[in-house]
Nanobody, 121 residues
Framework: QVQLVESGGGLVQAGGSLRLSCAAS????????MGWYHQAPGKRRELVAT???????NYADSVKGRFTISRDDAKNTVYLQMNSLKPEDTAVYYC???????????????WGQGTQVTVSS
């Protein structure tokens, strides 16, 4: 079984910073793309940033220049450094990863439980 566990959310003032972490564990053979998504109340889940196994990254326009995604493949962990936070960044942040499970012998999308980020004005 594969699990993704996020940490690092919280309450911060506008202009502040937070760092999110997401560790994948369990029956993992290989991890491909990892990413962060957010969902504000009443809205759909949206992409924030992704990082491929080779290191190439992709960001939503709204976070370019403020957020940085990185990964530690030895730890199967992805990070999201969020700087210059704005009230509109307030949302539940979810970690997602495309993982080859050693149990099912197949690729699949896996999600964490989400972590709340609240930015006060």
């Amino acid at each position: 079984q594969v699990q993704l566990v996020e940490s690092g959310g919280g309450l911060v003032q506008a202009g502040g910073s937070l760092r999110l972490s997401c560790a994948a564990s369990g029956s993992i053979f290989s991890v491909n793309t990892m990413g962060w998504y957010h969902q504000a109340p009443g809205k759909r889940r949206e992409l924030v940033a992704t990082i491929r196994s080779g290191g190439s990254t992709n960001y939503a326009d709204s976070v370019k220049g403020r957020f940085t995604i990185s990964r530690d493949d030895a730890k199967n962990t992805v990070y999201l450094q969020m700087n210059s936070l704005k009230p509109e960044d307030t949302a539940v942040y979810y970690c997602g990863a495309y993982i080859f499970s050693a149990d099912s012998h197949s690729w699949g999308d896996y999600w964490g439980q989400g972590t709340q980020v609240t930015v006060s004005s």
